[in-house]
Every structure is written in C-alpha cells, then in structure tokens.
C-alpha cells in the first residue's frame, strides 16, 4: 500500500501561482510513477502532468504546458506540482497518484494504482 496525502491547495486570484505538494508514505516512493490529476465540478477526473520514478520523463497536459511544473524529490518521498499563471478554469480539486508502472505518462486514470484525497485549488477571476 502507498498512502498520499497533498496540500497546499487554496484560494488565489487569476495569474497567481500555487505549489501543490504530495507527501507517500509506505511503500519505495520510487518504484512509482505519480501523476497529478484534477476534477471540476460536474466533470470528469483529467490528467494534470506525470513524472517517471527517476523524474527523468515529464508529461503535461496541453492545457497546463509551459504553466505547471512537475517534479519529484525521492528522498523526501514528494511529488510537486507547481502551477503558474493560474486561471479560473484551472479551478479543481487537484488528486495526486501513484503507478506501479514506473515509466510514467499515463493520462487515463484507471491506470493507476493509489490515490490521494485531493486538495481544493480556487483560482477567482
């Protein structure tokens, strides 16, 4: 079993930045892949950015590229993901996860294997 837990969800105005952060716990961070993925109200979960274990290979949805960054520390056992340039249809709860799959760059959310709770991400206009 991988325990995750994210933070640093919030409120914040249209062009801000935030930095998400989600903290595994049991077992190796990094025999995992980990994405991030969000869901708006009313609409289906979407793939956000993915990261392979070793952080090597980086994959992003069009919709966030050149303003998310997605990055991995496996020695404090955390994936971030930090978003730039905010927009209010950027507003989601945002969910990290993990794939046993190491290579990474899954979009489809079946396909992974933990999950977190999510953190609340706002962006007002």
């Known amino acids: 079993q991988v325990q995750l837990v994210e933070s640093g969800g919030g409120l914040v105005q249209a062009g801000g930045s935030l930095r998400l952060s989600c903290a595994a716990s049991?077992?190796?961070?990094?025999?995992?892949?980990m994405g991030w993925f969000r869901q708006a109200p009313g609409k289906e979960r979407e793939f956000v950015a993915g990261?392979?274990?070793?952080?090597?290979?980086?994959y992003y949805a069009n919709s966030v590229k050149g303003r998310f960054a997605i990055a991995r520390d496996n020695a404090k056992n955390t994936v971030y993901l930090q978003m730039d340039s905010l927009k209010p249809e950027d507003t989601a709860v945002y969910y990290c996860a993990a794939d046993r799959r190491m290579i990474g760059g899954s979009q489809v959310a079946y396909e992974y294997d933990y999950w977190g709770q999510g953190t609340q991400v706002t962006v007002s206009s």
């Open positions: 990261i392979s274990w070793s952080g090597t290979n980086l």
């Open positions: 049991g077992r190796t961070f990094s025999n995992y892949a």
